[in-house]
């Protein structure tokens, strides 16, 4: 229902002083909606029946609508009611304000409402350059000098070959942090390189023109090309140039302290070569090899060396697909132990099958397919890094003009139903996401969850042009900017809440200065891993915004990716000319 009343009745109505409060029991998007786009909040308290949209000064009610039936809300333990403003389409700033209970945090409805938050969550790679400096041209308040040059990096004992005895040194520099520590590890940086090329390939028109404000800007490619291509380097370097084996990491054998990254100062090593992290190098080199052709000019001869890259990384793995990487195992035998991020993987078979996508579409060689299991299921499920089989059913239903038809037909039909399964129920959860319709999403890095389901749905839409798929994608944006069980905004610097003590060293070691922009923080995780006190058990409220929070509060590469790739695809879908989706 929808209708205009004066704002002299409005005054009355609300003269009560209790109305005058933000509410923290009003859930939604603190950055904003697009004029055409569901527009939900959810209300965790409270008795009235209906809501209204008001200028943040309260001088202009804009829509008046009712809330809806109690639901349950079981990852929170909570009864809810929904406010549902979707049809209120005028552009502008507002707030969403409900009788006795106050007022929600303000928001936007504009055109390109996430272009800002897509930007930052790009730039916040730029933040985790390695061996760079961050001027304040570019990095304003976080600017800070370079740390780890890493131009003498030593050979671990469990490196070791004939070439490159232990404790001689290599040089590997730049690359990007992986999270709130200063290490590099090749698995991780592979998922993460593939979802960001993901989002060059599906919209490389938008991606032209996404300029962040890097050194690189205006240099010929576009932004995003020139953040991976600071990755793209040093993955080069980890690659071993008399095998083709690529390093599981680069790492010193403990994380370092809570110093800014020229003040950590330890020994930095490459650990044993992992046909893991050998194959998602092999993958991102294909993929990086057929994008940067369209670059001659610019970066001439770098499509051929990445494939040359990527074609010994397979030969190595096809050479060695027992040398998983086992942590434990490596320091039973070597020393000095690592105890760093382990990305510890006992199955193999779904890298071998990413690398092989991505090779044959760059190639045309269809003997890479052939030497995997491309449809070990009849379910493909939302990537991770410890599983990217996914990832080769993307390729190959992007690519679908130029491969078999039955394979690509196969690959998409897979996408399709992941995300048919993912909207699946999702009307009748409390908080109406994607998001919060399983338990099991609530867990290490669960923002990165929210967000790779995003991706999905968004990869489902490019094949169907069915906008159904868009409101659910759009459902996993409203989750990471606010509309959750916590009330946080888990981008850092974008909605009004949001955390500012994220388990982060460069924005834990500057004092009162606000944490770096544009980072996703891992989110709710029940494990609660590093034993911090927690202010509940449930699975959706698990949170806490607090340095000793690694487990829900720190972030990492492989989260950031797909929130870029969520929040710009989206974008760009309405650069193309925006969607509508029906009320249910």
């Known amino acids: 229902m929808k209708y205009f009343i004066s704002a002299i009745l409005f005054l009355i109505t609300i003269s009560h002083a209790d109305a005058q409060r933000l509410s923290e029991s009003i859930h939604l998007n603190q950055v904003g909606f697009y004029p055409e786009s569901p527009k939900i909040a959810v209300v965790t308290e409270g008795e009235p029946d209906y809501f209204y949209i008001l200028t943040p000064?309260?001088?202009?009610?804009?829509?008046?609508?009712?809330?809806?039936?109690?639901?349950?809300?079981?990852?929170?333990?909570?009864?809810?009611?929904?406010?549902?403003?979707?049809?209120?389409?005028?552009?502008?700033?507002?707030?969403?304000?409900?009788?006795?209970?106050?007022?929600?945090?303000?928001?936007?409805?504009?055109?390109?409402?996430?272009?800002?938050?897509?930007?930052?969550?790009?730039?916040?790679?730029?933040?985790?350059?390695?061996?760079?400096?961050?001027?304040?041209?570019?990095?304003?308040?976080?600017?800070?000098?370079?740390?780890?040059?890493?131009?003498?990096?030593?050979?671990?004992?469990?490196?070791?070959?004939?070439?490159?005895?232990?404790?001689?040194?290599?040089?590997?520099?730049?690359?990007?942090?992986?999270?709130?520590?200063?290490?590099?590890?090749?698995?991780?940086?592979?998922?993460?390189?593939?979802?960001?090329?993901?989002?060059?390939?599906?919209?490389?028109?938008?991606?032209?023109?996404?300029?962040?404000?890097?050194?690189?800007?205006?240099n010929g490619l576009p932004d995003l090309l020139n953040e991976l291509l600071w990755n793209l380097r040093w993955f080069m370097d980890i690659q071993d140039p008399h095998d083709g084996g690529v390093y599981h990491k680069l790492t010193t054998a403990n994380f370092e302290g809570r110093v800014m990254p020229a003040e950590a100062k330890g020994t930095r090593y490459v650990i044993q070569k992992s046909v893991t992290g050998t194959l998602n190098f092999a993958a991102v080199m294909a993929q990086a090899s057929r994008i940067f052709q369209n670059y001659e000019n610019v970066v001439p001869g770098l499509a051929d060396s990445t494939l040359s890259a990527a074609e010994s990384a397979w030969q190595w793995a096809l050479d060695n697909p027992e040398k998983l990487y086992n942590q434990n195992e490596m320091n039973e035998r070597f020393n000095p132990d690592i105890l760093t991020g382990a990305y510890g993987d006992n199955d193999a078979s779904d890298e071998f099958a990413w690398a092989a996508a991505e090779l044959y579409i760059t190639t045309g060689n269809r003997d890479y397919l052939d030497e995997v299991d491309l449809f070990p299921s009849d379910e493909a499920s939302v990537p991770t890094w410890r599983s990217v089989q996914t990832m080769a059913y993307y390729t190959l239903a992007r690519h679908s003009e130029n491969i078999d038809s039955g394979i690509a037909s196969d690959a998409r039909d897979l996408v399709i139903d992941l995300a048919n399964r993912l909207m699946d129920g999702v009307s009748e959860t409390g908080y109406r996401t994607v998001m919060d319709r399983d338990e099991s999403n609530y867990t290490w890095g669960s923002s990165g969850v929210a967000a790779n389901q995003g991706m999905a749905l968004i990869q489902a839409f490019l094949h169907t042009d069915d906008t159904t798929y868009l409101k659910y994608a759009h459902s996993n944006l409203d989750y990471l900017l606010g509309r959750n069980a916590t009330g946080f905004s888990f981008l850092t610097g974008h909605g009004h809440k949001t955390p500012l003590y994220i388990h982060h060293r460069p924005s834990d070691a500057r004092a009162n200065i606000d944490p770096v922009p544009g980072l996703l923080s891992g989110g709710p995780n029940p494990g609660q891993q590093d034993e911090c006190e927690y202010p509940s058990d449930l699975p959706a409220k698990s949170f806490i915004d607090d340095w000793c929070s690694y487990a829900a509060n720190e972030i990492a590469i492989n989260w950031n990716a797909p929130m870029v790739y969520l929040s710009a695809g989206l974008e760009a879908l309405q650069f193309r000319g925006g969607f509508t989706v029906e009320d249910e």
């Open 57 to 218: 000064d309260f001088s202009d009610t804009l829509y008046t609508g009712q809330l809806s039936t109690i639901r349950e809300a079981p990852n929170s333990g909570e009864r809810v009611r929904v406010a549902d403003f979707t049809d209120m389409t005028e552009p502008g700033n507002y707030i969403l304000w409900i009788t006795k209970l106050g007022y929600s945090y303000p928001f936007t409805v504009a055109p390109r409402v996430y272009e800002d938050a897509a930007k930052a969550s790009l730039k916040g790679f730029y933040h985790q350059r390695v061996s760079a400096g961050i001027p304040y041209e570019y990095g304003g308040k976080w600017a800070r000098p370079a740390g780890h040059p890493d131009t003498l990096v030593v050979i671990h004992p469990s490196a070791a070959s004939p070439e490159r005895p232990a404790n001689s040194v290599i040089s590997a520099p730049r690359g990007w942090y992986d999270a709130g520590d200063y290490n590099k590890y090749a698995v991780n940086s592979g998922i993460t390189m593939g979802t960001l090329f993901s989002l060059y390939e599906d919209f490389p028109e938008y991606i032209r023109d996404f300029d962040i404000n890097i050194p690189e800007t205006g």
